[in-house]
Nanobody
Framework: EVQLVESGGGLVQAGGSLRLSCAAS????????IGWFRQAPGKEREGVSC????????YYADSVEGRFTISSDSAKNTVYLQMNSLKPEDSAVYYC?????????????????WGQGTQVTVSS
């Protein structure tokens, strides 16, 4: 059974940093694409970043490019999202998601497996 468990969310002031973790189990970690998505109240779920655990290639949404960094640790079956220079508009529930093939668009419909989410709140 594929399981994804997010952690690391919390309350931080604008300009601060958080590191989210996505611990994966139940699948061969090195053959997947792992994405981070976020959803704020009243808004659609949007793609933030994605990493291929096969070749390490990464993708970032324009809104987070240069501030967020995605990485993976295959020894720990974990993907991280380092978030720096946080802004109030980054506040949302953050989800990690996985799919067992390359993705060409960071859209929720492209992913089969989802975690339960972790809340990130950035105060101004």
């Amino acid at each position: 059974e594929v399981q994804l468990v997010e952690s690391g969310g919390g309350l931080v002031q604008a300009g601060g940093s958080l590191r989210l973790s996505c611990a994966a189990s139940g699948f061969t970690f090195d053959d997947y694409a792992i994405g981070w998505f976020r959803q704020a109240p009243g808004k659609e779920r949007e793609g933030v970043s994605c990493i291929s655990t096969t070749d390490g290639s990464t993708y970032y949404a324009d809104s987070v490019e240069g501030r967020f960094t995605i990485s993976s640790d295959s020894a720990k079956n974990t993907v991280y999202l380092q978030m720096n220079s946080l802004k109030p508009e980054d506040s949302a529930v953050y989800y990690c998601a996985a799919i067992d093939r390359p993705v060409h668009e960071l859209l929720p419909i492209s992913f089969d497996f989802w975690g339960q989410g972790t809340q990130v709140t950035v105060s101004s």
